[in-house]
């Protein structure tokens, strides 16, 4: 198994970026990230003057997955999230649905011990890692780590956990998938503008598969199928999410275009992953079991 340190880190998503390691179609590799901010924030000397705008989001990679080109898929499986032993998180009057109601820049460092998040003295969290930021090169210009579009890039989708496989269109040569914003725990929505941001370990297999593409990237857990769409607004959003969703169930599975809309309307579920990113995020889930009845065989 390969390693890729955090060191080598990007802060836009291009096909024009010289990849930094190469793996074998079907190899697993341990990446290791910083925080959103860089680490800056964990000293307990910091404070929030202590950020560099221009280093936020970085993302480890990219790596170069042989035997990936334009037209594939790529498979990103989520083996393992290791985290760092404290975690950050902050706000501010700047950023966030509520940073009219921030008057000072705040941060807490939480510490991660035995599971939990530590909050307060009268309140753990449960310990929900996820990665905040992953995704392949894009079709066109660069883009932004800090930005998520159909490349992948900062979804904040809380369901990019372990044992989740996320699906992404192949845009350019090797693939060129990057990740970093790992969160211990984060709530739908990142309405504050931050989760719990965390340094740590994610150990993941690539895989490709040949000439089958879809235009937005997907995500199967063991127990749901979710499209993600990424917008400037959160309806621009929820509206390709449904047609996504709606695409990957006809062409997927043996489901009709109505028995599939049917579906959605009943047993489908709609949730805003982030709501403070240049582009907002939104999934549609639907039960895994229910696809697999029409036919549906995760590849």
Request: glycine share 8%; net charge negative.
């Amino acid at each position: 198994m390969k390693n890729l340190n955090r060191d080598q880190v990007i802060y836009t998503m291009s096909r024009e970026h010289a990849p930094v390691l190469t793996v074998k179609n079907g190899e697993t590799v341990t990446v290791h990230t910083y925080d959103c901010f860089k680490d800056r924030l964990i000293p307990d000397d910091s404070s929030f003057d202590s950020l560099l705008f221009d280093e936020l989001n970085p993302a480890t990679g990219p790596i170069f997955v042989e035997g990936a080109k334009p037209g594939d898929t790529l498979k990103a499986e989520i083996l393992d999230i290791s985290l760092a032993p404290t975690g950050v998180t902050e706000i501010d009057s700047e950023f966030g649905c509520l940073a009219h109601l921030v008057k000072t820049p705040a941060v807490k460092r939480l510490p991660v011990r035995n599971g939990k998040i530590g909050f307060s003295p009268r309140l753990s969290l449960d310990l929900k890692p996820m990665v905040g930021v992953i995704g392949v090169a894009p079709a066109g210009q660069a883009i932004p780590t800090d930005t998520p579009d159909s490349h992948g890039g900062n979804m904040d989708c809380t369901q990019i956990k372990t044992g989740s496989s996320i699906y992404f269109p192949v845009a350019a040569e090797g693939a060129l998938l990057s990740l970093g914003d790992l969160h211990a725990c984060m709530g739908d929505g990142e309405i504050g503008g931050c989760g719990v941001e965390i340094a740590g370990e994610v150990t993941l297999k690539l895989t490709v598969i040949p000439d089958h593409q879809k235009p937005y990237p997907v995500v199967v857990t063991d127990k749901e199928v979710m499209a993600v769409a990424s917008c400037k607004t959160v309806d621009e959003a929820w509206a390709k999410a449904v047609e996504y969703l709606h695409d990957y169930m006809v062409t997927e599975t043996e489901l009709t275009s109505d028995e599939a809309i049917m579906l959605q309307s009943i047993a489908a579920d709609l949730s805003i992953c982030q709501t403070v990113n240049p582009n907002k995020t939104v999934r549609m889930s639907i039960p895994l079991k229910y696809l697999e009845a029409y036919g549906y065989r995760q590849k």
